[in-house]
Structures are given as structure tokens and as C-alpha cells.
């Protein structure tokens, strides 16, 4: 313990000094130092271990150090670490394969990017050379990526101070029942509000100058809002209308986390392009990309596409990814997030959200959920203010913490969200402890 204490705390006094962090003010941050992490757990810099209620960053769909993946690594590393993407190479073809084999069938053909944001960065530069038009519509409440054009696209207030308002990005309200923009009651008054106002701003904005409109099939940092199908089939149809590419952002939500392969299949729409990353392998290596229509595939089929990375179809993160698909697929996890999702996740939040008076609502599938906290069930006014933290807030975050938990929290809200092939036991334990805390607080 005494080595390990050391180790954490070197660690941690290298970061201070020499690491700059993601989306922070740097003084004030107190970064925790992990160790090592299995499965379900991760472990801190004094090896307790803490259930890992957020997969970090949404990412790790199949645990921590899954073997099957760490040795697909290994093997990889011993055979072909890099090379250039030009070339053909067996990993990359074969998790070219998989992903597609997943999608429907006129989504052929796999472009690798290092993560997230630059599958967005690619799938908007295709709309727009497909189309010859400049201009891309996303939603308000939705994370597309830190980089230049994707933190424009993002409705998130990580985009203010980003944004100089001529990146071409026009935002629009989705559904969102709970808290509305649209006065609406119903989930069916919500629909046809939400879809109208969709069509008069394309209208408005002019239609020929429209490339693409973007969209987290399941909005996930954003809340994890659920949108009626009924709106995402008019949502396809209006670009279908206009001729506008329909990407479906599904980083977050692709790959099993909704307890289907591509969280678009819940709405039975086909989308033009299709972003990943996260959950493709975990995150164990660095690696994203977008699955391109036939029709868009054309467009560049005897043009060349302007734009590439080094490490695209990176032989260490394609070894990883085809590792992590086939053990998704061999251990059924895909089926165990549904199942889980449905039997025991949703019936223990709502009967929290009858229980507790600042559950205002909980709403997710899979093993992707949400729980809205509020001040007030009938104002509903949010524990914290969007895009802010409360003291209210941080209260219940370190009660989970303290309860063994690692829990993923954005402003008013706490999202469920460990891996895919979490135990039921595990499972359980760990909404023992948001039922404690959210009971008591
Ligand atoms: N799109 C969505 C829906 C995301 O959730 C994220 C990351 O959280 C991104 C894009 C960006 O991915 P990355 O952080 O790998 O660049």
C-alpha cells in the first residue's frame, strides 16, 4: 500500500505540473488518480475500487481489460504496430467487414478516424462535397466533438466560446416532452411541433443551401432524450424531400449501448452517413470512423476524397476493434444491455422516481440512461443550471462516490451508464446506492 500511496501520489503530482486537461480551469481541478481498472471497476490511487457507472466517457461498452482484447493487442503489436493507409491491411479489411456486416445495406464502406469529432469533421466535409451545399442543421441539446467544425455543430454551451457564428451550423429544438420547447402535452403533439419547426427552418434557411442535418440518434451527454419514432422517420423524409444528407451522429450511442447495435435501429430509419467511435473497441485504442452510403460512396468513386489521416485504419485499434465486436457478439453483450436495460435498470428508476422528491424524471434503453434531477417536481426546475454545477449537486456526487460509485454526472443530471456486460449483481449494487442517496437526499 505504501508503494502504491507513493506511486498515486507522483502521479498525481506530475499532472500538476505538467498535464493540461480536457474542458477544465486548469488551478482548479483535483484529478483522481487510477490505478488500475477490471471489468466493471476501476481502482484508485490507494486500490480501493469504485463501480464504473460511467464507462468513462461513455466509451468502455465491454469493461475495463477485457482479455480477449488486450491479447488481440498484443498479437497486433507483435506482427504491425503502424502503416501507411494506403495500403491494404487484414485487420483494417476485417473490421471494415464487421461494421458494415452491422449496418443495413446500403452502408458499405468504412472511413477510419482517430475518435469522435473527426468522423463528424469527415462526415460533414462528404455532405458537403456530395451535395454542393455548405450549410449543416444540428440540434440544440447535442455533443458532436471538440474539434473546429464539430464543437460549432455541438448545441451544448461547450460550443460558446467557441463559436464566431460562421461555421454554417444552424441549430434547431428536437423532442424533448419533459421539458418541452414546444407547449406540448403529448408525445404526439411533441412530434408534429417538433418535425413543423424543423420544416420551416429548413424553409427559411433555404433548402439549396442546406449539405446535412446531424443528429445523435439518442442524444447522450445531452440527456439521453429518446426521440419518438415518428420523428425520426419525418425527420428522414424531410431530408429525403430536400435533398439533404441525414448523418447520424452514433458515437455515443452506437455499438450496443441502447441494447441494439446502432441505436438508429430503434426508429427504423437508414441514415446517409454514419459516425462511430467510443464503443467500436472500447476506446483501448484511439479509433473512429464513418460508414458511407452507396449513393455518397459514388460521388467519390472516380474523384478522390480530399481528406485522410496518418493513422486512418490504425492496425493496432482495427485489431482491437475486431477483437471487441467478436466478443460483443460471442458474449451476447448487445443482449445483456437490452435484457438488463429492461428488467431490472428501468423498473428500479422509475420506482426511484416515484420515491424520491428530486427524481423529475428517468428515461433511457439499454444500458443508457438518465436521471433528470430537479428542485421541484412540478416547476421542474434543474439541481443545477444548465451548463452549471450546485452545491445540491456536488452533495449527491460525492455520496455516490463515497458509496463505491464512479458516477457520470452533466449539470442537473446523473446517467447510468456502465458497461455492457455488467453483471446483474454488480448492477444492483450499484443502483442500491443512487436508490440510498437519492432517497435520503
Ligand atoms: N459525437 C458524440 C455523440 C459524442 O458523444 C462524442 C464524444 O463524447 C463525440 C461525437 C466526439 O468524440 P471524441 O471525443 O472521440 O472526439
Known amino acids: 500500500l505504501e508503494q502504491l500511496r507513493a506511486d498515486a501520489q507522483r502521479a498525481y503530482d506530475l499532472d500538476r505540473a505538467h498535464v493540461f486537461h480536457s474542458w477544465s480551469a486548469q488551478k482548479q481541478i483535483t484529478p483522481m488518480v487510477i490505478s488500475r481498472a477490471e471489468g466493471s471497476y476501476v481502482y484508485d490511487g490507494e486500490g480501493r475500487p469504485f463501480l464504473d457507472f460511467s464507462s468513462q466517457l461513455v466509451n468502455t461498452n465491454i469493461g475495463h481489460q477485457h482479455p480477449k482484447v488486450v ?107 419533459y421539458r ?67 448523418i447520424a451522429d452514433e458515437v455515443m450511442a452506437g455499438f450496443g449501448r441502447s441494447g441494439k447495435w446502432f441505436s438508429f435501429e430503434h426508429f427504423d430509419v437508414v441514415p446517409d452517413l454514419v459516425t462511430f467511435a467510443k464503443g467500436v473497441n472500447s476506446g483501448y485504442i484511439p479509433l473512429g470512423g464513418v460508414a458511407i452510403s452507396d449513393d455518397i460512396y459514388d460521388t467519390f468513386a472516380d474523384v478522390s476524397y480530399p481528406g485522410g489521416l496518418t493513422y486512418s485504419g490504425h492496425p493496432l485499434a482495427c485489431a482491437s476493434a475486431v477483437a471487441t465486436i467478436n466478443a460483443m457478439e460471442d458474449e451476447g453483450m448487445v443482449e445483456n444491455a437490452a435484457h438488463l436495460g429492461e428488467t431490472v435498470v428501468g423498473p428500479r428508476l422509475r420506482a426511484l422516481a416515484e420515491k424520491s422528491s428530486i427524481v423529475g424524471e428517468v428515461r433511457g434503453a439499454g444500458m443508457f440512461w438518465a436521471i433528470d434531477l430537479v428542485r421541484d417536481k412540478e416547476t421542474r426546475e434543474e439541481l443545477a443550471p444548465y451548463g452549471g454545477a450546485s452545491a445540491e449537486m456536488n452533495e449527491v456526487v460525492g455520496k455516490l462516490k463515497a458509496g463505491g460509485i464512479l458516477p457520470f454526472v452533466n449539470f442537473n443530471r446523473l446517467h447510468i451508464v456502465p458497461p455492457l456486460n455488467i453483471t446483474a449483481e454488480e448492477l444492483n449494487a450499484g443502483l442500491d446506492v443512487y436508490e440510498k442517496v437519492l432517497t435520503e437526499a
Request: proline residues 5%.
Open 180 to 246: 418541452s420547447e414546444f407547449h406540448a402535452t403529448t408525445e404526439a403533439e411533441e412530434t408534429e411541433r417538433a418535425l413543423k419547426h424543423l420544416r420551416r427552418t429548413i424553409e427559411l434557411e433555404g433548402p439549396e443551401t442546406i449539405a446535412a442535418i446531424i443528429l445523435e440518434s439518442i442524444p447522450g451527454t445531452a440527456g439521453i432524450m429518446i426521440p419518438p419514432k415518428e420523428y425520426m422517420q419525418g425527420v428522414r423524409a424531410l431530408a429525403d424531400e430536400f435533398g439533404i444528407v441525414y
Open 71 to 177: 491479447q488481440a493487442i498484443k498479437d497486433q503489436a507483435d506482427v504491425l504496430c503502424t502503416i501507411n493507409p494506403a495500403h491494404a491491411n487484414d485487420k483494417r479489411s476485417e473490421a471494415a467487414r464487421l461494421i458494415s456486416e452491422r449496418l443495413p445495406e446500403n452502408l458499405n464502406h468504412i472511413f477510419f478516424t482517430n475518435g469522435g469529432a473527426d468522423a463528424v469533421e469527415h462526415a460533414v466535409r462528404m455532405a458537403r462535397l456530395h451535395t454542393g451545399r455548405r450549410k449543416v442543421l444540428s440540434r440544440y441539446r447535442s455533443y458532436h466533438g471538440g474539434t473546429e467544425q464539430a464543437i460549432n455543430i455541438t448545441g451544448d454551451p461547450r460550443r460558446f466560446r467557441n463559436d464566431a457564428g460562421d461555421a454554417g451550423v444552424v441549430h434547431f429544438f428536437g423532442p424533448f416532452l
